[in-house]
């Protein structure tokens, strides 16, 4: 359950090796149903999965889905059969269309190329375990290619196969009180799963900041001030994040352009926001910022983090061709904190010794 | 008409003196050390299990990127990053022990003694069944230059065969060759005892936005259903020119995530056939294979798989 101090990747601690699937095993391959795809926002699409069963999660952990085309996926025979391609798709989605996509279509030379070919990493957006065991993921999207476009134009009731749950989550170190969650773009959607993590925890104490290039890029529900006949939307500082709210916590918006929210980044609103906080109680201690974004982003808010002496733990992006720790394609340099800057870093694996790491311990 | 009793086809091969419960192997590099893929696979059903390149002291490996996918398939220029010999021996040997399944190390190299001593410490491990020599990784330097130059192959090989005296010798050979024969030729004469093939083909990404290769290596190995069509070639042609005649197993690969893929590579020469880049997809790959290949046999009434390797009637070639 979300909200544990230490996650080992994978969750399970037996000593044996583990060499073939059981019930217990705490990662999997399922086929999963499409329950909703809602489109959120622009090009944003949130995709609800269930499952009669699937391993417990952390926030931060991630699934890989196989992107090719759903009406191709893996059936109970296990004779994949030959994959065939045509495009534009059945008449599939309905409601908006990604909108500003450079889309395949007749005219397109390139119109009978092969789909998205390995698997597409997503954060869980969030996840719902029933007693029963019967589970549903929120996976939220942006669409930027070929994977992510098939993705927006599922159907309910067609399947999918996903990998997981992968990684290792955040983690809330002994102490903490307040934790800052970070999100912009599509980093926001793991820090949705860790307010409900958070939650689920001792700490009571949650802001969230979230960032988008424009208002229309912002895959949460916005609510305005209460009793307001028409807030002005820009600046002002009682909008509020539905998916934060829900757990008692605020959330301060920001965008590039200032069309929602405060204008700017959401490293100047964080940072704001810690000096406040440090001038009124004298001190940071049992503050951690969790944060999930583009790199830059990330790295920024590393540094304000640093600047205020708290604990900041990030969520790295990598191109992934396995997710599963054998291809050791996603790496990153990595230096734990302790040994100084003198010491020599060394590659971790960002599918499985990440995504999560903390900022401190890492070369970028 | 007489009814035929129904026996489920065998489907057991050997490579050497390793006797394998089915051809299914893993291609060294898409499946880690052991057991990264447990929670996937049933890892003790497949019939061999292939190591990532295992160096004699542990290596980073390339900056990143190190991969980008392409049309299918993908490009990686992971650059042999691995644990060393001595964690693998200390780390990783008990795991593959429980596994229960052959084992084939793969080796890489940058001098003749790299392989040589690599190579003796791996054939003093019991669980160890097989040494595969990875002479063709594109990706470091000076590692193109074993697997495309007969001379130096055969000069490799015969060192490593001198301290090989108990595990298969395996070369898996380069495909950025002009006749992939002869460097298969260099090595049987050498002494390997089989031959795996094919490694990745040099290739190339480039971001057009940023006029860059894709790769932070410039290069990169191209593998997955992209390459399917000549490595099957390369199995056949090696099957014919050398392989056969020298009675040496071929272990087939490239592209490898049907079973109709596996019936081609048998049809055309291999005798074990190693799943690559579609574990990265599905790591039970290689078990629904073998359900695939299986259910051929049944209806083509096969009784053994041994019946269809190298079975392809190749038309004669005309003058
Ligand atoms: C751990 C992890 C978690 C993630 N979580 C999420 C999440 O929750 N939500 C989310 O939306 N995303 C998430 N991502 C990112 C997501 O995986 C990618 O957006 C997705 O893989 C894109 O797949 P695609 O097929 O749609 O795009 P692709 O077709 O792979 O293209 C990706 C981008 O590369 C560009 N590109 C392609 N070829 C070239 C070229 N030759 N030169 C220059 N540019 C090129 C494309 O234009 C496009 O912008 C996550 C990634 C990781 C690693
Ligand atoms: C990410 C990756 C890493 C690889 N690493 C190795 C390696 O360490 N040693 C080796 O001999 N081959 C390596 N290979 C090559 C594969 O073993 C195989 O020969 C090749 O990928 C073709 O098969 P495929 O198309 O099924 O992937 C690697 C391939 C990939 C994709
Ligand atoms: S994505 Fe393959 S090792 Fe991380």
Known sequence: MPGRTRQPAGGATSSEPRIRPTPTSPRGRYVATVKENIRLCTDHYRLVLSLPRFPRSTPGQFVEIDCRDPRFAPSADHDPGPRAFDWPPPESFKGDSPVALPRPCPSDPDFNAPLAYLRRPFSLADHRIWPDGYTELDIIHRVVGRGTLLLAQMLPGQTVSLIGPLGTGFTIPQGIELACLVGGGVGIPPMLYMAKGLQQSWIKGGVGFIGAQREDLLPVTIIGPPNAPEPSRAGDPLLNVAEFKEYGYPAVITTDDGSLGMRGYVTEALSAFLEERQVQQGRLMNTIVYCCGPTAMMKATARVAAVFGVPCQVSLEQPMACGMGTCQSCVIKFRPRDLGEGAEWKYKLTCTEGPVFDSRDLVW | ?319
């Open chain 2, 1 to 319: 008409m007489p009814t035929r009793e129904f026996h489920a086809p065998s489907l057991a091969v050997s490579i050497g003196k390793l006797d394998l419960q089915n051809p299914l192997m893993t291609a060294s590099g898409t499946c880690g050390y052991a057991n990264e893929y447990g929670d996937f696979t049933d890892l003790t059903r497949l019939g061999a299990f292939v190591t990532k390149a295992i160096s004699k002291t542990p290596r980073k490996g390339n900056e990143a990127y190190r991969i980008v996918e392409t049309r299918a398939g993908m490009l990686n220029a992971i650059g042999l990053a691995n644990i060393g010999l001595d964690a693998f021996l200390k780390d990783k040997i008990p795991i593959l022990k429980e596994m229960g399944v052959p084992v084939i190390v793969n080796v890489p190299g940058w001098t003749t003694d790299d392989y040589v001593d690599v190579s003796a410490r791996l054939n003093d491990e019991p669980v160890v069944g097989g040494i595969e020599l990875n002479v063709s990784c594109p990706n470091v330097k000076s590692g193109l230059s074993f697997g495309t130059d007969p001379v130096r192959l055969f000069e490799l090989v015969s060192a490593v065969k001198k301290v090989t005296t108990r595990a298969e010798l395996i070369v898996k050979l380069s495909p950025n060759v002009a006749d992939v024969a002869v460097t298969a030729k260099a090595a049987v004469d050498a002494g390997a005892t089989a031959l795996s093939l094919v490694n990745t083909f040099t290739a190339m990404s480039i971001d057009i936005n940023n006029a860059r290769p894709m790769l932070a290596n410039g290069t990169g190995g191209l593998s997955g259903p992209a390459i399917k069509p000549i490595a099957l070639f390369m199995t056949h042609r090696v099957y014919t020119e050398v392989a056969k005649k020298h009675n040496i197993p071929i272990i087939g690969m490239g592209g490898i995530q049907r079973w109709q893929d596996g019936v081609e590579f048998l049809l055309a020469g291999a005798t074990g056939l190693a799943v690559g880049t579609a574990l990265f997809l599905d790591p039970n790959i290689p078990l629904q294979i073998l359900e695939g290949l299986r259910n051929y046999l049944a209806r083509k009434n096969k009784t053994d798989i041994r019946q269809i390797i190298g079975s392809l009637q190749a038309p004669a070639p005309h003058d």
